[in-house]
């Protein structure tokens, strides 16, 4: 069983925050022939505004509100419900933290998963939060001091494996 039917088979209802699992065109009504106002990169964050019929569901972010499918037409999901403690270990990164990489992370040019890719993050790699992604709280640009590199990597996965930990530093006294 893939990973994403775990989450997205989850019943969304008012209230409940979805990110998008691939790119999803928003239309202003709920009818598939009403016009597309908006198209959602995949990885924007949505809030449940009304559920709808079928597969219809309306949402807004920051900047955009219109009716979406959850899921295409043959099952595969569009949205993925995002469980609530995931939000709340997201509250601990801050801007201007340091941190460290904890499991291989991918530095990327834009917050986009489709941007170019900077280069691969070791374990261990030593990072400072420069921005917190605006449509996905997951997702932050980040300075690597050592590296002297900077991009946008994810912060934790979609299903809640985290990437990033606050940064340990050892002092040895002989």
């Not at 219809?56 to 979406?68: A, L």
Request: glycine share 8%.
């Amino acid at each position: 069983m893939p990973f994403w039917r775990v989450f997205s088979d989850s019943v969304l209802d008012p209230g409940d925050t979805c990110e998008t699992v691939s790119e999803v065109p928003v239309r202003d009504s709920e009818s598939f022939e009403s016009c597309v106002v908006a198209e959602l990169d995949e990885g924007v964050r949505l809030e449940v505004l009304e559920v709808g019929r079928c597969r219809r569901i309306k949402v807004t972010s920051h900047s955009t509100e219109g009716w979406i499918s959850h899921k295409t037409s043959g099952g595969e999901p569009l949205v993925m419900k995002i469980q609530p403690d995931l939000d709340s270990s997201l509250d601990d990164f801050k801007v201007g933290g340091d941190y460290e990489v904890m499991s291989m992370a991918t530095l990327r040019e834009a917050e986009e998963l489709r941007s170019q890719v900077i280069s691969a993050l070791q374990l261990g790699t030593q990072i400072k939060i420069v921005e917190i992604g605006k449509d996905n709280k997951r997702h932050a640009k980040v300075s690597t001091p050592v590296l002297g590199q900077e991009g946008w990597i994810s912060l934790v996965s979609n299903s809640g494996q985290v990437f990033v930990g606050k940064a340990m530093r050892l002092q040895i006294y002989c």
